[in-house]
């Protein structure tokens, strides 16, 4: 099940993914492997929920990405609220994210000006890009 991998894809124009360093984008494998190594001189100039990440916060994101297992994706994705990889494409690519988790909105904001907003939407079981 990569349905949260999938839908973060589907998203991505060819200027994201410049921004990216131009990662596959048909090998899922090769594409979070390449977030893996951008994470650690990410910045995380993001807002969640309004806030500014601490450092503390920060440092947990990178550890999360650094140990995410990629070949475990066929299992699925834990998403979580404050998801790291939400985080780190909110920075990289200078967007703003919207994710609808259930009856919840869940906001992923770049400190700089936005390029454009990102929707997706999760329930308990699936995530999809929503436009």
């Known amino acids: 099940m990569t349905c949260f991998w999938t839908g973060v894809v589907s998203a991505l124009t060819h200027e994201d ?3 990216l360093g131009n990662p596959p984008t048909n090998d899922l494998p090769a594409f979070i492997r390449r ?20 450092e503390k916060e920060i440092q ?6 650094r140990d995410y297992i990629v070949g475990n994706i066929g299992h699925g994705h834990w998403t979580s ?6 985080c780190l494409l909110a920075d990289i690519l200078q967007v703003k994210i919207d994710f ?13 000006t936005s390029r454009k907003t990102l929707q997706f939407a ?9 436009c």
């Open 17 to 19: 993914l410049a921004l």
């Open 35 to 54: 977030l893996q190594e951008l994470a650690p001189t990410a910045e995380f100039n993001i807002r969640w929920q309004s806030a500014l990440l601490s």
């Open 60 to 65: 947990e994101q990178k550890e999360a990405i």
């Open 81 to 86: 609220a404050c998801d790291p990889f939400l």
């Open 100 to 112: 609808r988790y259930m009856n919840h909105r869940i906001v992923f904001e770049t400190t700089k």
């Open 122 to 130: 999760a329930s308990n079981s699936h995530f999809v890009r929503t």
